[in-house]
Structure formats: C-alpha cells, structure tokens
C-alpha cells in the first residue's frame, strides 16, 4: 500500500472528523464508519476529497459503508479508480 496515500487520507480524516480534544487514535484499520467516526454526510465529502485529490472516478454506488470504513479499504478503492496510475 502507499503510504503517502495512506497518511494523506488519514490526516484528512483526524482534521475533517475529530475534534482535537477527542483522544481518539485513528490509524489504517479503524472502523470510521462503524465506528461512528464518519456519517453519510462525511462520507460524501470525504468521496468528492478522494475524486479531486487522487484524480480517482469513484461511482456513487462505491460510496458504502463496506468500501469506506477503514483507510485501508479507502486505499484500495481509490487504487482500483484512479485515472493516474
């Protein structure tokens, strides 16, 4: 995996979704959406971050919570759709 992607991804999650005072640690394989981390709306606004960012042409219905609860299946995702490889 790239790990680049990996912390760009999850320093957009830690500012965009915990407040700093929080004391949640998030890494790779936490449950963001599961875990209560990251709601629908989040989500979309993380979706449009990832199509803009990694120039990746996401479908809607890839925007689940399956694809999306953890940084390492977002990287996967993001991997199988983008348009720079």
Not at 35 to 59: E, H, T
Not at 67 to 74: E, G, H, L, R, S
């Amino acid at each position: 995996m790239d790990a680049e992607m990996k912390d760009v991804i999850l320093e957009y999650v830690r500012e965009e979704y915990l407040d700093e005072d929080s004391g949640i640690e998030v890494d790779e394989n936490t449950p963001l959406i599961t875990g209560g981390l990251v709601d629908s709306f989040s989500l979309v606004s993380l979706l449009m971050f990832l199509r803009q960012k990694y120039n990746a042409n996401i479908p809607d219905q890839e925007a689940i919570p399956e694809t999306f609860d953890t940084v390492t299946n977002i990287m996967k995702l993001v991997e199988r759709y983008r348009q720079d490889k």
